[in-house]
């Protein structure tokens, strides 16, 4: 059973940064990490992935330029760097592990817990 546990989550001001990230048991070469969020009240939402072989990377318009996801092969780690954050990005972010570059979670078979993000106004 594949285990991804994420890590990083907090409370900041707006305009602040964040790192979260999420360590997996086991990532295949050919696999797709991905970060979506949860608001309170709202759908999941795609927020970026990253494809495990040639690290091609995919952003939600919303974070696009604002966040960054990479990659540590040696440790099993993917990260989202999160920066000028909004009061709007405040959310569950929770990590999963797919096969196919998609935006869909339904696309998606493994995932993290969740962590939690607080921006405040």
């Known amino acids: 059973q594949v285990q991804l546990q994420e890590s990083g989550g907090g409370s900041v001001q707006a305009g602040g940064s964040l790192t979260l990230s999420c360590a997996a048991s086991?990532?295949?070469?050919?696999?797709?990490m991905a970060w979506f969020r949860q608001a309170p009240g709202k759908e999941r939402e795609f927020v970026a992935l990253?494809?495990?072989?040639?690290?091609?990377?995919l952003y939600a318009a919303s974070v696009k330029g604002r966040f960054a996801i990479s990659q540590d092969n040696a440790v099993n780690t993917v990260s989202l760097l999160m920066n000028s954050l909004k009061p709007e990005d405040t959310a569950v972010y929770y990590c999963?592990?797919?096969?196919?570059?998609?935006?869909?979670?339904?696309?998606?078979?493994?995932w993290g817990q969740g962590t939690q993000v607080t921006v405040a106004s």
């Open positions: 999963a592990r797919g096969s196919h570059n998609s935006t869909n979670q339904q696309e998606y078979i493994y």
């Open positions: 990253i494809r495990w072989r040639g690290r091609n990377t």
């Open positions: 086991s990532i295949l070469s050919s696999s797709v």
